[in-house]
């Protein structure tokens, strides 16, 4: 299984990315796909995901309203779609896919069972 996340780079503060990850080896619609992050001295948070074949989405509060997720199953492919971007979401952000996912475990680092090498997102103010 391969995770290759890409689009990241330098953005403005009230601008917008957009991720990408690219998945290889494995019945991606059957996958929940999650994005996370790790800003520099702190520990991995959860940002959103979508759950197999275009289901529920859950986000953190911290990005709701600002950040949405979403999946095209024929191309394999999880987005992250980032707008009014703020300084602290500077971070490297991940991939992750986990399958048989409880919603309740969705924001859950060990519930991934396969992780990219993740991007830098550097938002300048």
């Known amino acids: 299984v391969q995770l290759q996340a890409s689009g990241g780079g330098l953005g403005q503060a009230g601008g917008s990315l957009r991720l990408s990850c690219a998945a290889s080896?494995?019945?991606?619609?059957?996958?929940?796909m999650g994005w996370f992050r790790q800003a520099p001295g702190k520990e991995l948070e959860f940002v959103g995901a979508i759950r197999s074949r275009g289901g529920t989405r859950s986000y953190a509060d911290s990005v709701k309203g600002r950040f949405t997720v979403y999946r095209d199953n024929a191309e394999n492919t999880v987005y992250l779609q980032m707008n009014s971007l703020k300084p602290e979401d500077t971070a490297v952000y991940y991939c992750?896919?986990?399958?048989?996912?409880?919603?309740?475990?969705?924001?859950?680092?060990?519930?991934?069972?396969?992780w990219g090498p993740g991007t830098l997102v550097t938002v300048s103010s």
């Open positions: 080896g494995l019945s991606f619609s059957a996958y929940t």
């Open positions: 992750a896919a986990g399958r048989s996912i409880i919603l309740s475990s969705i924001s859950t680092e060990r519930a991934y069972d396969h």
